[in-house]
């Protein structure tokens, strides 16, 4: 698979590591019963990464990067969540 890569200016330092709590949708391509099939509920994934972009829309986050030699990032493992899926958002600050 081929990923594009996405240069960033600044520092891993100017990107704030964030987790992100956030309901998914779910689905089951199997057989069900009426009552299996109402009482299925959403997923609820927390992401860890590096807030990229962050509107009234939607957040993005990476989660690996590079440090290039002339100073930029190149970000990789990028997941961009719709804001009215977002149930949290909480910093995460190393002491």
Known sequence: MNKKKHKLSGT???YTLVEVTWFDAV???SWL???KATAAKPANPH???YKLHHTKDKITLF???IAEE???L???NI???PAAWVQDITEIIFK
């Open 47 to 49: 992401s860890l990464g």
């Open 74 to 76: 190149t970000v990789g």
């Open 12 to 14: 891993i330092n100017d």
């Open 33 to 35: 019963s009426i009552d």
């Open 63 to 65: 989660t690996d990067y």
């Open 70 to 72: 002339d100073g930029t």
């Open 79 to 81: 997941t961009t969540i």
């Open 27 to 29: 689905s089951d391509s």
